[in-house]
């Protein structure tokens, strides 16, 4: 696990007012962009420090690890409401526990593994909210479909019950300058508004998660309504101390 160094008041105060900044220069509201806190390496108290700051939404990128949180906070703060997103890759032997646990998936890329989340979401919860991710720069290495397969993806997935499509996911390269940081955050949002002009009826498909510490602003100015935000809130993260799953 990371160490949670001092100074999360102020590390989180700050983001929330350069979300707000960004959104007020750009005439959009602030609240039309969602906070996710990424609490991934830190532990239990270190979430809860940020979800008594006012923090709600948070996204994990481990199975068993976020599971484990997410049963922390029902067992032990019910009463913060939180809410769950699932943000990293997901095998098909780990579907079960966060089907059964998270509000959001919004990596998904594989139908495989959308029929198993579909089929192993409990009846007494909501449908699952998901996103596709997008391999928006073309990397090999880099989880996430084509653009040009968002079509035939979406389509397959809109037939599962227990499944809700709310929209689009990318983790695009790093970039070190502005104008380059700007070129595949605007290429999503041309993606997701062209879905969105074609398919009128998909009144749900309302989310395009993209924006992480070194490029909030950015994508906040390229129209994303959900920045998924670690390190400038929690700090350094410390990988090696990490149990193997
Ligand atoms: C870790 C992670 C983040 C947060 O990254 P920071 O650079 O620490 O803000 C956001 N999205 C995904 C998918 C991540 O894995």
Redesign the pocket.
């Known amino acids: 696990m990371s160490t949670l160094e001092p100074g999360i008041e102020f590390r989180y105060e700050s983001v929330v007012r350069a979300l707000k900044a960004t959104a007020d220069a750009c005439g959009r509201a602030p609240s039309d962009v969602k906070l996710l806190a990424?609490g991934?390496t830190f532990d239990e108290s270190a979430l809860l420090k940020c979800a008594e700051l006012g923090q709600r939404a948070f996204?994990e990128?481990y199975a068993q690890e976020g599971c484990a949180k997410v049963d922390w906070f029902r067992e032990n703060r019910p009463d913060l409401k939180l809410e769950w997103h699932f943000?990293?890759p997901l095998q098909a032997n780990k579907t079960r526990p966060v089907a059964e646990r998270f509000d959001w998936v919004e990596t998904l890329d594989r139908l495989r593994i959308a029929k198993r989340l579909s089929e192993q979401r409990p009846e007494d919860m909501a449908p699952l909210n998901v996103l596709i991710e997008i391999n928006i720069d073309g990397e090999d290495s880099k989880s996430g479909i084509a653009p040009e397969a968002l079509e035939p993806f979406a389509s397959a997935l809109s037939a599962l019950p227990r499944l809700r499509l709310r929209g689009l996911m990318a983790?695009p390269a790093p970039a070190d300058d502005e104008a380059a940081r700007m070129k595949p955050l605007e290429a999503m949002r041309r993606l997701f508004d062209n879905y969105r002009a074609r398919h009128p009826e998909a009144v749900d498909f309302d989310t395009l998660s993209i924006g992480?510490?070194?490029d909030l602003r950015e994508a906040v100015k390229a129209g994303s309504t959900e920045v998924?935000?670690?390190?400038?809130i929690f700090g350094r993260?410390d990988y090696g101390a990490r149990p193997q799953q």
Do not use: H
Not at 228 to 232: D, E, P
């Open positions: 990424v991934k996204g990128n943000i990293g983790i992480m510490s070194a998924r935000i670690g390190s400038a993260r």
